[in-house]
């Protein structure tokens, strides 16, 4: 079992729909981080978070230490908003970054 | 403009052969990254490097080495020793390894290595 893993592992919606996207983890943390990877391929950092929740734009993020889970919620979903979405954790007694295997998104028009 | 370059973006070898991909960045970071991606896995880590003239083995670095004689440039070379090189290579940097969890990373668009 990965240490990490995300749901679903494709998702495709109508634009203006809420999405969510979740993460669950097994191990001990010091924070998690949402990442984007757009058809090009390259990755841009969303959120970093270890509590509670944050929001940037239409994208917002939740954690729930006790659960080992996050979600990644986009309102008013857009075609652009289609991508690759990655989350991935810091483990609490080793820097490295435990990589899950992404959610594709897609929004139609 | 600050950021990460890598190159080539598509790169073809022939079997047999060593290839070097290149990342620069100039934002001044200490820590740089190199990370292979595969369909439908997460990305795993080959190599990383905390600073100048040091790095470490990440969890696949065998077939592959590094070298970081400069702050702004980690290079990546695929030996031939590595046995299923056809992959898509991301190059990250950060500024402090030591920040650890909260060390975000900033990557490179990316090099897509094939091999014939």
């Known amino acids: 079992k990965n240490e990490v893993e995300q749901s679903p592992q494709n998702l495709t919606a109508q634009e203006g729909e809420f999405i969510t996207i979740n993460c669950s983890y097994s191990?001990?943390?010091?924070?998690l981080h949402w990442l984007q990877q757009h058809p090009g391929g390259g990755i841009v950092s969303l959120f970093m978070?270890?509590?509670?929740?944050k929001k940037h734009g239409r994208l917002i993020a939740t954690i729930n230490i006790q659960e080992k889970h996050s979600s990644l919620h986009i309102t008013a979903s857009h075609p652009r908003d289609s991508a690759v979405y990655i989350c991935a954790v810091s483990g609490d007694s080793n820097y490295q970054l435990i990589w899950g295997a992404g959610t594709k998104l897609i929004i139609k028009p | 403009d600050g950021g990460i370059t890598q190159s080539p973006k598509y790169l073809f070898r022939k079997e047999g052969q060593n290839v070097t991909l290149s990342c620069e960045q100039n934002?001044?970071?200490?820590?740089m990254y190199w990370y292979r991606q595969d369909p439908g896995q997460g990305l795993r880590l080959i190599y990383y490097s905390q600073i100048v003239n040091d790095f470490q083995k990440g969890d696949i670095a065998e077939g592959y080495s590094v070298s970081r004689e400069k702050k702004e440039s980690f290079p990546l070379t695929v030996t031939s020793a590595q046995k299923n090189p056809t992959a898509f290579y991301l190059c990250?940097?950060?500024?402090?390894?030591?920040?650890?969890?909260?060390?975000?990373?900033?990557f490179g668009p990316g090099t897509r290595l094939t091999v014939l």
């Open positions: 934002l001044n970071h200490d820590a």
């Open positions: 990250a940097s950060s500024i402090d390894y030591r920040r650890g969890g909260w060390d975000t990373q900033y």
């Open positions: 978070l270890s509590s509670g929740k």
């Open positions: 191990v001990g943390i010091s924070a």
